[in-house]
């Protein structure tokens, strides 16, 4: 891969890739079709990652389905799917891992302390094998596309880093590989993350500024679902993450919550009406 990519450039060609664990649903192939249009070359990586997984987290069960994958992958003009494997990845001997600092303590790195350095380092990896001009991540993980943006700015990585929107199921239930885990009787609760977004969106349209006020009630609602436990409910500045107490700015509520087994993130732009910085 890594000597394709320098025949790629020497032929000039721009190489946009989008990183992935596989499973691809349309939220993936958005982000596939956005890379398609800014570069020349289309790069998809499918690998379950397994450095950023904590003993007793989901590696093992994580779905997989390359077929199906490559399929999805040459529908929407992908040129070079690439499939590494652990031993490829992480040789006998492997010791050396990309930490992010603050930007990783917070929301998923409280619950997940490992899953960020796993992250970065991957992403790097990747970013050193595939060697692409750009990059495409989704505003679904939007933690993660905050910190990959911060450390390709730190480590001068010189790769444009293109935030895609998140897609969702009609019902508003954000795509995701692990939706898969979801039986029927547990799709209302998972629609309660969704909801609780759209409720607050709501109370800061309706002129309510107090964070801590729109997260109880989007905590509330969440809890009012059976078989729903709260991991993090959070309003952050959007590139910061530091937590913010009035939404008199453009904010991000972010949360996380375990339906049943499953857990599931969700985010949305809060007030981003109101002026950027007030004076
Ligand atoms: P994953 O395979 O879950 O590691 O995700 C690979 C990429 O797809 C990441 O950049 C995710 O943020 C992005 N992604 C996952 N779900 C969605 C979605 N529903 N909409 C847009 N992008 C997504």
Do not use: W
């Not at 050193?128 to 911060?150: M, T």
């Not at 790769?159 to 939706?179: C, H, K």
């Not at 009035?246 to 339906?259: E, F, I, N, T, W």
């Amino acid at each position: 891969m890594q000597s394709r990519a320098h025949q790629l450039h020497r032929e000039g060609r721009r190489i946009a890739f989008v990183p992935t664990m596989g499973f691809l649903h349309t939220g993936h192939l958005s982000l596939m079709r956005i890379a398609r249009e800014r570069g020349d070359i289309l790069v998809i990586s499918i690998f379950v990652n397994p450095t950023q997984f904590a003993p007793g987290e989901d590696f093992e069960a994580y779905p997989r389905d390359m077929p199906r994958d490559l399929g999805l992958a040459e529908s929407v003009g992908t040129d070079i799917v690439f499939t590494p494997d652990n031993e490829m990845m992480y040789a006998e001997g492997f010791q050396t891992y990309v930490s992010p600092e603050n930007l990783s303590r917070g929301m998923c790195g409280k619950s997940r302390p490992i899953f960020f350095r796993g992250v970065a380092t991957v992403v790097t990896k990747l970013f050193n094998i595939v060697r692409p001009d750009i990059a495409v991540f989704g505003e679904k993980d939007y933690q993660q596309l905050v910190i990959i943006r911060r450390m390709v700015r730190d480590l001068d990585f010189g790769i444009e880093i293109v935030g895609g929107p998140t897609v969702r199921e009609n019902d508003g239930l954000a795509m995701s590989s692990r939706n898969a885990y979801l039986r029927p009787d547990q799709r209302a609760a998972a629609l309660s993350l969704y909801q609780a977004l759209q409720l607050s969106r709501t109370l800061v349209k309706a002129g309510e500024r107090q964070a801590d006020k729109i997260i109880a009630a989007a905590k509330r609602h969440i809890a009012s679902f059976d078989g729903t436990a709260i991991d993090y409910v959070v309003i952050v500045d959007p590139e910061t993450l530091d937590d913010m107490t009035v939404v008199d700015r453009p904010a991000r509520m972010a949360l996380a919550v375990k339906v049943g087994a499953t857990r599931l993130i969700d985010n949305m732009a809060l007030g981003e009406d109101l002026a950027d910085r007030p004076a």
